[in-house]
């Protein structure tokens, strides 16, 4: 168990919908970053947020946003979903949201949500 | 865009042999890191590199950044079962992103 918590599990919608996913980070950690894995793209960085500010961005769509909420908590929103958003969403979390910069930051990933849209 | 080709993408082998996972990018890395992943949970990391010639080991497990650092391995000796799942590399480019290998799918048969 890496301290991270991530609801819900596993989640079926239909396309053009939209979702809320929710990652907890290990207590004492304050920067939360989300991955989309997928057979064929492999795992994808997203997005970063360090203290409630977004520090990074990566291949995220217009489709999705993210926030961290004062509390740490972190939600990914997917809207206008199309099949291929079919995925596993992980959410990592770090102390200092360096991870593997100078590598004494680690990234702990929760188990993940499966995203299944039809 | 920044790649990281992994090599073999699949590997089945028989308990007690070695093997040895490339990872290469034609960029440069501040920092690699190898990650194993289990089915229905998330990677965990294995190990950080951050100097060119690098080498590091965790018990069976040895581990080397390449002297420009584009490249990393991962090489096993005498792999166990429980070494059996997705070994991902991934390197960070120095601006906080994070690129992941395309991954290697390990079995170790008993």
């Known amino acids: 168990d890496s301290g991270v918590t991530q609801t819900p599990k596993h989640l079926i919608t239909a396309t053009g919908q939209r979702v809320t996913l929710r990652c907890s980070p290990r207590?004492?950690?304050?920067?939360v970053y989300w991955y989309q894995q997928s057979l064929d793209q492999g795992l994808q960085f997203l997005i970063q947020?360090?203290?409630?500010?977004?520090?990074a961005k990566g291949n995220i769509l217009e489709r999705f946003s993210a926030q961290q909420f004062p509390d740490l908590h972190s939600e990914l929103n997917l809207s206008s979903l199309e099949l291929g958003d079919s995925a596993l969403y992980f959410c990592?979390?770090?102390?200092?949201?360096?991870?593997?910069?100078?590598?004494?930051?680690?990234?702990?990933f929760g188990p993940g949500t499966r995203l299944t849209v039809l | 865009t920044q790649l990281l080709e992994q090599s073999p993408q699949f590997l089945s082998i028989q308990e007690g042999e070695n093997l040895t996972v490339y990872c290469n990018s034609s960029?440069?890395?501040?920092?690699l890191q190898w990650y194993r992943q289990e089915p229905g949970e998330g990677p965990v990391l294995l190990v950080t590199?951050?100097?060119?010639?690098e080498v590091k080991k965790l018990k069976r497990l040895t581990f080397q950044f390449g002297d420009a650092r584009k490249d990393s391995s991962l090489h096993i000796t005498a792999a166990q079962p429980g070494d059996t799942g997705l070994y991902l590399c991934?390197?960070?480019?120095?601006?906080?992103?994070?690129?992941f290998g395309t991954g290697t799918r390990l079995k170790v048969l008993a």
């Open positions: 990592a979390s770090s102390v200092e949201g360096v991870a593997g910069v100078g590598g004494t930051d680690t990234q702990y």
């Open positions: 207590s004492g950690d304050l920067s």
């Open positions: 947020y360090y203290n409630g500010e977004e520090r």
């Open positions: 960029s440069v890395f501040s920092s």
């Open positions: 590199v951050v100097t060119g010639g």
């Open positions: 991934a390197g960070v480019p120095g601006t906080y992103k994070y690129i």
